[in-house]
C-alpha cells in the first residue's frame, strides 16, 4: 500500500515529495533501488 500511496503522491503532487514518503517506503522493506525503479515507471507513464 506505501508504494501505492507515494507513486500516487509523486504523479498528482510531485513538488510536495519530502523526504519522509521515501522513509515511508524504507520501513516497509523497499531498498533504494526499489524507490528509483518506482520512480522510474512513474515517470514513464508521466
Keep these: 500500500m506505501a508504494m501505492l500511496a507515494y507513486a500516487e503522491k509523486l ?5 510536495d515529495m519530502v523526504e519522509a514518503d521515501v522513509e515511508a517506503l524504507r520501513s516497509v522493506g523497499f531498498s533504494d533501488r526499489d524507490v528509483l525503479d518506482i520512480c522510474e515507471v512513474v515517470a514513464y507513464y508521466a
Design 11 to 15: 504523479t498528482a503532487h510531485p513538488g
